[in-house]
């Protein structure tokens, strides 16, 4: 059997990569056809999905609603996607503010205690006084 091609540009998930390893516990990962990833404690929070269209991102049901309805130009949820708690973001479209917040929501619901005092004592430490 072939191997399928996959038309996805990895470079695309650049600036989310950039932005999601600023996270204590966060690291690279392959995912889905040798898609690039972050992972939590080995559990997936985000990816380029293998279309190279969107990234899924891992959030929690109540939080991903609610992203869904107040920027429906940047997030979506295929049907596959409809049972898992997750949301996906156009891959072009967002800004670099309104994807800090929802990646940090993301790792935040899959971060231990430690990993959270830890990102609260850097961001309390880096704010001016």
Same mark, same amino acid.
């Given at each position: 059997?072939?191997?399928? #091609? /996959? ?6 998930? &650049?600036? /989310? *990569?950039?932005?999601? =390893?600023? !996270?204590? @516990?966060? &690291?690279?990962?392959?995912?889905? &056809?040798? #898609?690039?990833?972050? %992972? /939590? *404690?080995?559990?997936?929070?985000? *990816? ?12 929690? !049901? $109540?939080?991903?609603?609610? +992203? ?12 596959? !996607? %409809?049972?898992?708690? +997750? ?6 479209? +967002?800004? *670099?503010?309104?994807? $800090? &917040?929802? =990646?940090?929501?993301?790792?935040? @619901? ?6 959270? $005092?830890?990102?609260?004592?850097? #961001? ?6």
């Amino acid at each position: 059997m072939k191997p399928r #091609t /996959v038309p996805f540009n990895p470079s695309d998930f &650049e600036p /989310v *990569r950039m932005v999601a =390893l600023r !996270f204590p @516990g966060t &690291e690279e990962s392959v995912s889905h &056809e040798n #898609t690039p990833s972050i %992972k /939590v *404690r080995g559990k997936l929070m985000c *990816r380029l999905h293998e279309s190279g269209e969107f990234i899924p991102i891992r959030l929690d !049901f $109540a939080i991903r609603d609610a +992203y869904l309805d107040s920027h429906p130009e940047i997030f979506h949820l295929p049907d596959h !996607f %409809k049972g898992y708690p +997750y949301v996906c973001m156009w891959i072009h479209p +967002y800004d *670099r503010k309104l994807l $800090a &917040e929802i =990646l940090e929501l993301s790792w935040r @619901g899959l971060a231990t205690k430690k990993q959270l $005092a830890a990102w609260e004592a850097r #961001t309390a430490s880096s704010e001016p006084r």
